[in-house]
């Protein structure tokens, strides 16, 4: 990365660049968005002449600067990036550049930057890169070097990059159980939208991406710029304006962990460190944001490799009632669909009977696996199916031995327990004894069944999550996270092969700390493909769909009571990780049949979809869905049409197919395998009705530009379209 003479760090990737002033005590961003392609010595020093700010009335007599780390001293007064203090003083921090060290290629760079806080005797060290996808990650740690003294109580650390005055509408998302991820829009105003995470983990309303861009930016259109907090513990995420701006800018966009009064105190030499905080820009609308992560992700050297296996999960066949002889049958019929793996759900370990006992007992209960579970592994494996195990380790009932035996080691006040939720209450772990204690039993479980893969679940929020301990009763978040990130990474050092779920009350705990160490997330409990839709849709703008863990369930849906046809169910679950969670040996010959199709269709598509672009259309009638999946190279393509409600018009007019290359040839057919569309009209568009009996020539610029007229189907159906490339 060049460092030029004037001292401005420049980065470029992937169509981004990044320029940051090193001369100032404090540097600042120049340039955060669109690439402004090769930059000499006077046009980065115009960056620099142009960032200057007027001197405005009743305001501080020199220009306001926005840097990367503000503070009052600067004359912010919005949201500082650290606040704390040393025994109620110290409280003004006056931050100086001590060290930079650059470095970088072709794409992308990386800017180390020291900086001391000489009031209250803090130094922070903060890392930007902007990865070879045009991601802009930063890492920050905090260290106290004062040796006498009472220790630097730490209230906050965030980082906030700048925002434009053309970012006036913000999007992030929100939601409840069985309706995760819900988007919610609104302007850009004075003052701060502000959002709190004090659940201990992000939440079914987790802000999950907030995104601030040009008026009515969308899918594929509008300039858009992201943050994401890489975190599963408490947050806080923000976008802020002030009147008189931020610098040269209109806002800032930032976030961090949110830290309890007392939950982190720097003694001497003691170092707190932030979470990543993840930075996104497109000029292509929201597909072009997840396009970047997307890419990110799949770039890890912990990403899954191997074709993402069709999975049953045993919750919604039997829920708790574990009989051998009907978890054979479910699996001989399981792997008549092709299944390649297996998970058994709640109900196996000791005193297990419903929701009330026996979580933290993480032993195989004798009296109904008098074999353990040796009969049932073996069954699965003579398929060639892989076995996986439910598990909620971080949670316990009161009753249950561990809980009996050991109350200190639950996070919760000493005066008492408090609330329960969902009948159950944390456990401790970040004390040692109880983190050794679910090691142990998790590391023995795996060792004796080969386990290939555990659902991980959490299932309450934390509240009143204190540590309790003779010096009084602590705040343990902080901890409880970083202690959860330990053992699976332990687990996962003992067991490479070891394949993780997070599943958190469905998608509670959806974040990109939790997948720095696991393999896929459960997106929601609803099996309810309408609603599925919606969760699915929204849930792509971060994750590919090769770690979104998604379900065909029965007819009636377990979460709303809604019965939904099987196609519309099928072709839901097939633009993700696909799995069952269905009692299959009550299907009759039809479902048997339409599930062997589906299966079949999974397996011909996951390559294409677990590999390809995820898009999304922007249409103007919201009770339609277009989205699929495009090859890297555009040449094939799957996509889904997807009537969720009747609405006023007739017909849909000409729709674009999104992500194809306009100046190239496709052809386009309807996959009908999973059962026939019904129509809401007396026949659809005559292309269609071709296409339902083989391949049709369509040029991209007409399926690109132009568009083509869908056919209006009912509510509740869905029509695949495969395009290929006719070069």
């Not at 203090?85 to 760079?109: F, K, M, S, Y």
């Amino acid at each position: 990365m060049p460092q030029s003479p004037l001292n401005i760090a420049y980065m470029r990737a992937a169509g981004v660049s990044l320029a940051i002033d090193l001369a100032s005590q404090v540097p600042r961003i120049l340039h955060w968005g669109a690439d402004l392609g090769e930059m000499d010595g006077p046009a980065l020093q115009s960056l620099r002449l142009t960032a200057g700010t007027s001197v405005l009335n009743n305001a501080p007599d020199t220009p306001r600067v926005l840097s990367l780390w503000p503070t009052e001293h600067e004359g912010w007064s919005g949201t500082p990036s650290i606040a704390g203090h040393r025994g109620g003083t110290q409280t003004t921090p006056r931050l100086q550049l001590n060290h930079v060290h650059t470095e970088g290629g072709d794409a992308g760079g990386r800017l180390e930057l020291g900086l001391t806080d000489l009031v209250s005797g803090v130094d922070i060290e903060a890392t930007y890169t902007l990865t070879a996808e045009g991601l802009l990650e930063v890492e920050s740690s905090s260290t106290s070097h004062l040796t006498d003294g009472p220790a630097f109580e730490l209230n906050s650390i965030r980082t906030m990059l700048p925002l434009p005055a053309r970012a006036t509408e913000i999007l992030d998302l929100t939601g409840k159980w069985s309706r995760e991820r819900s988007p919610q829009r609104q302007p850009v105003r004075d003052g701060s939208h502000s959002r709190t995470v004090r659940r201990g983990k992000p939440g079914a309303d987790s802000p999950y991406l907030m995104l601030v861009g040009t008026p009515g930016f969308g899918f594929r259109h509008g300039e858009v710029w992201g943050m994401h907090v890489a975190w599963s513990g408490n947050q806080q995420w923000f976008v802020e304006r002030l009147p008189e701006g931020a610098g040269s800018y209109s806002a800032v966009l930032g976030g961090g962990e949110l830290l309890q009064p007392g939950e982190i105190r720097l003694e001497h030499g003691g170092t707190y460190r932030a979470p990543k905080l993840v930075f996104a820009w497109s000029g292509q609308g929201t597909d072009g944001i997840a396009d970047r992560f997307h890419e990110n992700l799949r770039h890890r050297l912990l990403h899954p490799s191997s074709a993402r296996p069709l999975v049953l999960n045993t919750w919604e066949a039997v829920y708790f009632d574990h009989d051998l002889d009907r978890l054979i049958e479910l699996t001989d019929r399981a792997a008549e669909l092709g299944i390649e793996r297996l998970v058994l759900d709640d109900g196996w370990f000791h005193g297990r009977r419903d929701d009330s006992a026996g979580l933290g007992d993480w032993t195989v209960d004798a009296g109904i696996w008098p074999k353990g579970l040796h009969p049932l592994v073996d069954r699965i494996r003579s398929h060639g199916m892989q076995f996986g195990l439910w598990v909620e380790p971080e949670m316990v009932n009161l009753d249950s031995d561990i809980a009996r035996e050991h109350p200190e080691w639950l996070l919760a006040p000493s005066e008492g327990v408090g609330l329960p939720s969902r009948r159950q209450f944390v456990l401790n772990i970040a004390r040692e004894d109880s983190w050794q204690y679910l090691l142990k039993h998790l590391d023995q479980l795996v060792n004796e069944y080969s386990i290939d893969y555990l659902k991980w679940d959490h299932n309450r929020d934390l509240l009143e999550a204190v540590a309790r301990g003779a010096g009084g009763d602590r705040p343990g978040v902080h901890a409880q996270t970083t202690a959860l990130y330990a053992l699976i990474d332990e687990l996962k050092r003992r067991h490479p092969a070891l394949e993780i779920e997070s599943c958190s009350a469905g998608g509670a705990r959806v974040d990109l700390g939790i997948l720095d160490r696991t393999d896929r997330v459960w997106a929601s409990d609803c099996n309810d493909p309408l609603e599925r839709q919606s969760i699915q849709q929204w849930t792509s703008l971060l994750l590919p769909p090769e770690l979104v863990g998604s379900h065909v369930g029965a007819p009636r849906s377990h979460t709303t009571g809604r019965v939904a046809d099987l196609p519309i169910r099928l072709a839901t679950s097939l633009f993700a990780h696909a799995g069952v969670e269905w009692d299959i040996t009550r299907c009759g010959p039809e479902e048997m049949t339409a599930l062997k199709a589906w299966g079949k269709l999974y397996r011909e598509f996951r390559e294409l979809i677990h590999t390809g672009r995820t898009v999304h259309a922007d249409l103007s009638d919201p009770n339609t869905l277009l989205h699929g999946s495009v090859a890297a190279d555009g040449k094939r393509a799957l996509f889904s049409w997807v009537r969720l409600a009747t609405s006023g018009f007739g017909q849909s007019g000409r729709v674009t197919f999104p992500g194809l290359e306009p100046d190239k040839r496709y052809r386009v057919r309807v996959r009908d395998e999973l059962g026939p569309a019904s129509l809401h009209q007396g026949a659809g568009p005559a292309w269609v009705e071709q296409a339902l009996e083989g391949w049709v020539d369509i040029p991209g610029t007409v399926l690109a530009n132009v568009g083509v007229p869908l056919p209006t189907l009912n509510p509740g159906h869905v029509m695949l379209f495969e395009v290929r490339s006719a070069e």
